[in-house]
C-alpha cells in the first residue's frame, strides 16, 4: 500500500468542536487522485504539543481556548465534569491527583463548578448561568468534556469550548487555575 502526503491549502472560518477553527479546502481536490477512493478515508488529527497522542476529538487548541479565556474576562465559567468517586470513574484519580476540584471556601479555581458527566443518562446538571455565558468544559483529558459540551448546546448554550483537561498541558494552562 502507498501512502502519499497531501497538504491542502486551508482557511479558517467558523468555530468547530474539532480543532477549534474549521478548516476548509479553499479548491476542490479529487481525492482519488491522491489515491483515495472516497473522502471518507481523510482524517485530521490535532495534535497535543506535549505529545506524540492525538489531542482527543474536540478538544480546543491551546490557541482557541487562550483567545477564548481571554474574551470572556470574568464571565467565564470552567465547568468540571470529572466524577469525585474514583470507583464510579477510576480513570479521573489520575487527573485528580494533578489537578482538584473546584473549592469555593478556599478560592482554588474560583471560575470552576463540578458537575459530573453520568455515562448512565448521558448527562449532567445544567449550570444556572445564562444560556450565552462563555463555559469551558473538561474532564481528565477531553473525552467527557466533548460529550459535555455537546449536551450543553443541545439544550441551548451558545459560548462552549472543550478544553480537555489536566493531561492537555498546553491547553490546561490557559484556564486550570480559572
Known amino acids: 500500500m502507498n501512502f ?11 468555530r468547530s468542536t474539532v480543532c477549534g477553527f474549521s478548516p476548509v479546502a479553499s479548491s476542490s481536490i479529487a481525492a482519488t487522485r491522491f489515491g483515495a477512493h472516497n473522502t471518507n478515508n481523510f482524517t485530521v488529527r490535532n495534535m497535543s ?3 506524540s497522542e492525538p489531542r482527543k476529538a474536540g478538544v480546543s487548541s491551546p490557541t482557541d481556548i487562550k483567545e477564548f479565556v481571554s474574551s470572556a474576562g470574568s464571565s467565564l465559567l470552567v465547568v468540571d465534569v470529572r ?3 474514583a470507583s464510579v470513574e477510576p480513570g479521573d484519580a489520575k487527573s485528580l491527583a494533578v489537578a482538584g476540584f473546584p473549592d469555593k471556601d478556599s478560592n482554588f479555581r474560583p471560575n470552576a463548578i ?4 453520568s455515562r448512565e443518562s448521558n448527562s ?3 449550570p444556572e448561568v445564562d444560556k ?3 463555559i469551558i468544559t473538561h474532564c481528565g483529558g477531553g473525552g467527557r468534556g466533548q460529550k459535555a459540551k455537546d449536551y450543553l448546546e443541545s439544550v441551548g448554550f451558545t459560548k462552549v469550548l472543550n478544553g480537555g483537561g489536566p493531561k492537555e498541558t498546553e491547553c ?3 484556564y486550570g487555575d480559572k
Open 124 to 126: 449532567m446538571e445544567v
Open 4 to 14: 502519499r502526503t497531501v497538504a491542502l491549502l486551508v482557511a479558517a472560518s467558523s
Open 49 to 51: 504539543a506535549a505529545s
Open 114 to 117: 463540578s458537575l459530573p458527566w
Open 132 to 134: 450565552d455565558t462563555p
Open 172 to 174: 490546561w494552562a490557559e
Open 83 to 85: 466524577h469525585p468517586d
